[in-house]
């Protein structure tokens, strides 16, 4: 008989590509990870696995195997939700990971809702990039994930996960007041194809839709500072070290001093934010209610 706990072992390593990442993620041992997926092997007759240079590859038994664990673990989930239920699971803990202005803009609000609506409810909340949130979810290190949509993100179809539309937001255009479109009611894209510019980090997000929005305009942004800390971007735009496209939401409250804030031009660049939870777990009775409070928050 197959273990659900093998299960989970293989997609972590289907996930994360090498054995170390996998177990890192699981919180045990290299070696622990070999001995059960060595285990699965038995279980199932059959080699899942091949190790190389570049890591860990899944083989044809092992993608086989894969599809159904996918809709087993799903299953289990539910199978958890349901068994709450029935022992009236109003009290107890849930972990949320967001990145930080999804946690001013929802996460927050959510939580002051959910302390009269259903106060046996304790959520912890951890501060993670929008990349970074939904391996962390599928990893079971945390039960819900608040993420934006990125290039290589796990698609709305991915029978791992549920999602859950929360907002979309456009980018606007931060120039310094002394740039030459400062008096401008809305910012064509390709004419800042020769401006320096501000912008995250490969791998956040928001360094996605930056870069899409320029290609899409015609060009290359010329990104000569970066920084994930949008006051920073801001701060930088307002020395004169270049231009930026900033989510609107991460501009609220922040020092504007010596920038100038205008909308893009045509079709604005968007963020849009979604919360995730394992598949089959987005009806147990202490996530449910965080997700509604998430969606209500949201509007």
Known sequence: MIEARRLHILRAVADHRTVTAAAAALYLTPSAVSQQLTALEQETGH????????????TPAGEILLSHTNAVLA???????????????????????????????????????????????RVRVQDAEGDASLPMVLDRQVDVAVAVEYRGAPGADDPRLTRVPLYAEPFDAVLPETHR???????PLADLAKDAWIGPFAGNPCHDVVILACEAAGFQPLLEHWSDDFRAVVALASAGAGVALVPRSALRGMDVSGVVIRPVEGVAPTRRVFAAVRCGAEEHPLIRPVLDALGSAAG
Do not use: M
Request: net charge positive; no cysteine; aromatic share 4%.
């Open 75 to 121: 299953q289990l989930e539910r199978a958890e939700a349901e068994l709450a239920a029935y022992s009236s699971g109003a009290a107890g803990t849930v972990t949320v990971a967001s990145f930080a202005t999804g946690i001013a803009l929802v996460v927050g609000p959510a939580l002051a809702r959910l302390s009269s609506d259903a106060p046996g409810i």
């Open 181 to 187: 479109l400062a008096a401008a009611e809305r910012v």
């Open 47 to 58: 080699r899942l696995v091949e190790r190389g240079a570049r890591g860990v590859r899944l």
